[in-house]
């Protein structure tokens, strides 16, 4: 797939109050006691940190009290969940509700491809739960993205087309401007990528300029000058400065590296950089 920035209105320079985002996926990758670790790691090497961008870490519900312990005041880094139930509460075995969750969690992931894939959760239901976080102040990551299949059969425009519209199709333009949207192609997740291939920047770019194209026609300019986009597959510290050069690209959700504080922070060192 290639797509020619042409055809879509080009960000040249990212607007000052989208401030860029890491946000880190720990997904079921430590123990209870390796997140107090990954944490107590991060919080040291972070605390001295000025500026920058907004930085997010995901751990398991479990862990999310004492992760939010183990970070300081001093070190800005907000938490966030992995997933949330759309329900406000009710006979659900297992699962986690949003006022479960606002004690601990101000950011929350919602629709990764694993959860879609795993989980069989269905576009509606990611919208469910989008609206639910909206109301109770928490910020949704809203993961979009193609699979292998659907890019070599020309469909990425196709895929996120539907799933923007979908989204876009329940929200208020208040609640759109709050949340943030993830651009992950599902081939590109380390998990589904032993050869690490990553997709070209500029490709990234004309995704994010597509989503923001959606939300003006359906709002307007301002509101999709306003929405951050993130890119999510394989970023690690050598592979995320391209990505954070392009102007309308404003960040990144990182799985496996995210675990490694050395590697998050330097990620995150170059998301400062260049943002
Ligand atoms: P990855 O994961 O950085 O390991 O590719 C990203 C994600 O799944 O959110």
Redesign the pocket.
Known sequence: MRLHAGVFLVDTKRRMDRKSVIAG?W?MEVSHKGAIELSRALNKLLEKEEGGPEVVVCPSFTSLPAVSEAFSKESGVNIGAQNVHWEERGAFTGEVSVSQLTPFASWC?VG???RRALAYETEEQVVAKVMLLLKHGITPIV?IGESREEREADQTITKITTQMETLLSKITRVGLTKLVI?Y?PIW??????PTGEMPDPNDVAGIALLIRKLIATRFDQEAAQRVRVLY?????PNTVEPFMQEPGIDGA??????VHPMDFVEIIKKAKGTS
């Open positions: 996926n997904k992931i990764h491809s694993e993961c993830a992950e590109a997740i380390s998990a589904n990528n999510g597959g394989s970023v690690k959700l990182v799985g496996g590296a995210s």
